[in-house]
């Protein structure tokens, strides 16, 4: 399966600790961006890398969220101090860059669960 | 702020019955569309790129077409495996790389 993979699928944590979740874009792909998704709402953006450069984050990125992308290869993001409100599917996507608009690719997502 | 709505909210059709998807939206400067299909627990699935009014895509029973305003997701015969949520963005470019969702369309095809 060459598409984009997450790492856990699913997380249950007590509130307060951190987490950490992993991306593998597709291979050929140097864009990578983190979405969180509420149940009933669509994707909100987190976060946009190309390579190893995080270019753009959200203002829904508190500082209690940090993201990286060594290498330019894969990607992880922590969130520290976890919270109720926290609670969502966190969305990984991958493209390719170039002028033209390219589509991205979603993985399966992780299912943050925080008690 | 790029802003899309999608209508209706649900929409319950029985095995073979046509209808259409909306998504309305509002944007600076549009340079890509995207329709998106989304089961139960799982990632977006990528349909569809429109990049300018008129144009139209076709993959198997879905047709997207797109206007200066709106774009449609039409379902011709739809069958019961294409009961998911569907996903409309946008991508405007303006100093960003992000997509702005509309909330989405849950589909239900009735045997």
């Known amino acids: 399966d060459t598409g984009v993979s997450q790492d856990p699928r699913h997380k249950i944590t007590k509130r307060g600790q951190n987490v950490t979740f992993r991306c593998d874009p597709i291979?050929?792909?140097?864009?990578l961006y983190w979405y969180r998704q509420t149940l009933g709402q669509g994707p909100e953006f987190l976060t946009y890398?190309?390579?190893?450069?995080?270019?753009?984050k959200s203002r829904l990125l508190s500082d209690r969220f940090s993201a990286e992308r060594p290498k330019g290869s894969f990607s992880t993001l922590e969130i520290q101090r976890t919270e109720q409100g926290d609670s969502a599917m966190y969305l990984c996507?991958?493209?390719?860059?170039?002028?033209?608009?390219?589509?991205?690719?979603f993985g399966p997502g992780t299912r943050l669960t925080v008690t | 702020e790029d802003q899309v709505t999608q209508s209706p909210e649900a929409l319950r059709l029985q095995e073979g019955e046509s209808s259409s998807l909306n998504c309305s939206y509002t944007v600076s400067g549009l340079r890509g569309l995207f329709w998106y299909r989304q089961d139960p627990g799982k990632g977006p699935e990528f349909l569809f790129t429109?990049?300018?009014a008129g144009e139209e895509k076709e993959k198997e029973r879905l047709k997207a077409t797109l206007t200066k305003k709106e774009s449609f997701l039409h379902i011709t015969a739809p069958k019961p495996e294409d009961s998911a949520t569907y996903l409309c963005?946008?991508?405007?470019?303006?100093?960003?790389?992000?997509?702005?969702f509309g909330k989405g369309t849950k589909l239900s095809v009735i045997p």
């Open positions: 429109l990049y300018s």
């Open positions: 890398f190309q390579n190893e450069a995080q270019l753009e």
């Open positions: 291979s050929e792909h140097n864009r």
């Open positions: 963005a946008v991508f405007s470019g303006a100093g960003s790389y992000q997509l702005t």
């Open positions: 996507a991958s493209s390719l860059a170039g002028t033209a608009v390219r589509e991205q690719y």
